[in-house]
């Protein structure tokens, strides 16, 4: 079993619509990062959470930390297909240790 | 600055060889790590290390051997190759408080 939970699995929209992926646990976090990954391509870091509550902004992706530092939620708005990809949420139990989410996997259709 | 690069990007190997994947970084990063990557599974920790000399398990440890010779360098060894190691193994550094900069992936199939 997957230490974080990751949903949906699958996610195809329209360009333009927006979409929201949750990662929940039950697990409390020192931190919890967020990565998108390309086909082919290792995964690429977009952001960092580490306050109960945090809410970080990066353009049209906006990122959620819960208040207990089980959960977060990615949102973006207005997609556009160069969002495509698989992200996928990493969360730290300890310093050294990152596990991650089974990811889910975004299609924006032109 | 190369980050992190892997090789080889691809190979295929019979049942029971053995092989090193390599893996180096120039970013002076003090934490290295091993993940595989299998579908609908994510990323599963196999090894990691938190400076040169120092080496500890992840999740799914066995069939595999690391060494951290020097801070560069974190080389993964799989010992005698089995079908269940088919996989996508990334490689990935980072210091204490940044998120890791992963490699472009070795695509290896055990027949």
């Known amino acids: 079993t997957q230490l974080l939970e990751q949903s949906p699995q699958f996610l195809s929209i329209q360009e333009g619509e927006n979409l929201t992926v949750y990662c929940n646990s039950s697990?409390?976090?020192?931190?919890l990062q967020w990565y998108r990954q390309e086909p082919g391509e290792g995964p690429v870091l977009l952001v960092t959470?580490?306050?109960?509550?945090e809410v970080k902004k990066l353009k049209r992706l906006t990122f959620q930390f819960g208040d207990a530092r089980k959960d977060s939620s990615l949102h973006i708005t207005a997609a556009q297909p160069g969002d495509t990809g698989l992200y996928l949420c990493?969360?730290?139990?300890?310093?050294?240790?990152?596990?991650f989410g089974a990811g889910t996997t975004v299609t924006v259709r032109a | 600055n190369a980050g992190v690069t892997q090789t080889p990007k691809f190979q295929v190997l019979k049942t029971g060889q053995s092989m090193t994947l390599q893996c180096a970084q120039d970013?002076?990063?003090?934490?290295m790590s091993w993940y595989r990557q299998d579908p609908g599974m994510g990323l599963r920790l196999i090894h990691y290390?938190?400076?040169?000399?120092?080496?500890d398990q992840g999740e799914v440890p066995n069939g595999y051997n690391v060494s951290r010779s020097t801070t560069e360098d974190f080389p993964l060894r799989l010992l005698s190759a089995a079908p269940s190691q088919t996989s996508v193994y990334f490689c990935?550094?980072?210091?204490?408080?940044?998120?890791?900069?992963f490699g472009s992936g070795t695509r290896l199939t055990v027949v």
């Open positions: 990493a969360g730290h139990l300890n310093d050294y240790k990152l596990s």
């Open positions: 290390s938190v400076g040169a000399g120092i080496t």
């Open positions: 970013m002076n990063h003090e934490y």
């Open positions: 959470v580490v306050t109960g509550g």
């Open positions: 990935a550094s980072r210091t204490q408080m940044d998120g890791y900069t």
């Open positions: 697990s409390v976090f020192s931190s």
